[in-house]
């Protein structure tokens, strides 16, 4: 019986110590995503013939939460003159932390096939590791 009372004083304090993630993995990000915001998104574009547009979307990412958070993928909205929307789904290439109640900025560069003027982009963090977790080398 005190084997167990033991167990279960461990398993008890890996919960307090790690309450949302592994001892690798850390925080997951699902329950934190509305305490990262995006701010400041503009874009820059360059016309490459008649194949769509490149164009570079920078802007600022605020963290409002308590834990640091590694911005590994980013969701932008993009919005031309017809109304028309392209949702892009980019990777940051260069994954970076946004440590608690600071910002950090970004640039993505990225292509869309329209070929109208892009006229608004909105911008979100689509998914992040803790930031207190060492990066993993995919």
């Known amino acids: 019986m005190g084997i167990l009372t033991c167990f279960a004083c ?15 993995d850390g925080r997951t990000f699902e329950k934190h ?35 640091p958070w590694r911005v590994e993928n980013m969701e932008l909205t993009i919005s031309n003159a017809q109304g028309i929307t392209d ?20 640039v993505l560069e990225c292509r869309t096939p329209m070929t109208n003027k892009v006229l608004s982009v909105v911008a979100r963090v689509e998914n992040a590791r803790d930031g207190s977790v060492a990066p993993k080398n995919d």
């Open 10 to 24: 461990f398993v008890l304090a890996a919960y307090w110590a790690f309450p949302e993630g592994s001892i690798t």
């Open 33 to 67: 995503r509305n305490e990262l915001a995006t701010r400041n998104v503009s874009v820059a574009i360059k016309e490459h013939g008649t194949s769509g547009l490149y164009y570079n979307v920078s802007g600022f990412v605020t963290n409002n939460g308590n834990f």
């Open 87 to 106: 949702i892009l789904h980019a990777e940051v290439k260069d994954a970076f932390v946004v440590q608690p109640h600071m910002e950090h900025p970004f």
